[in-house]
C-alpha cells in the first residue's frame, strides 16, 4: 500500500471508531517487556475486549483480566468474511 492508501484507509476507517482514553492509574500487569505496560493499561482503560498485535510480548499474556491479546488474523477470523459494501448506482449513460 502507498502512503496516500494508508492513509486514507486510516482517516475514513479507523479514527471515526477511535476513542480517546485517559490512563488515571496504571493497573498491575506482569509483563515480559515492560515498555508494553502503556498499550495494555490503554487497552484496559477503554475497556477493549480484544488488542489486536502481532508482538510476541503482548501474546504470551492472551489474556488480561478481559481483554484477550490475538493476532491480526485471528481478528479478521473473528470478523468473518468482507461485507460487499454499499451498492453504489450506476451513472445513466443512455440519458442525452
Do not use: H, W
Not at 479514527?15 to 493497573?27: D, G, L, S, Y
Not at 488488542?51 to 489474556?63: F, N, P, R, W, Y
Not at 477470523?77 to 451513472?91: D, H, K, T, Y
Amino acid at each position: 500500500m502507498t502512503e496516500g492508501e494508508i492513509r486514507g484507509l486510516l482517516e475514513e476507517e479507523f479514527i471515526p471508531f477511535a476513542e480517546t482514553v485517559t490512563i488515571r492509574r496504571q493497573r498491575a500487569v506482569r509483563l515480559r517487556d515492560p515498555d508494553d505496560l502503556a498499550v495494555v493499561a490503554c487497552a484496559l482503560t477503554g475497556r477493549a475486549q480484544y488488542l489486536v498485535t502481532g508482538d510476541a510480548d503482548l501474546l504470551s499474556l492472551e489474556q488480561t483480566r478481559y481483554v484477550k491479546v490475538i493476532r491480526p488474523a485471528d481478528f479478521l477470523a473473528l470478523l468473518g468474511p468482507p461485507s460487499p459494501g454499499p451498492v453504489r448506482p450506476r451513472p445513466n449513460r443512455s440519458a442525452p
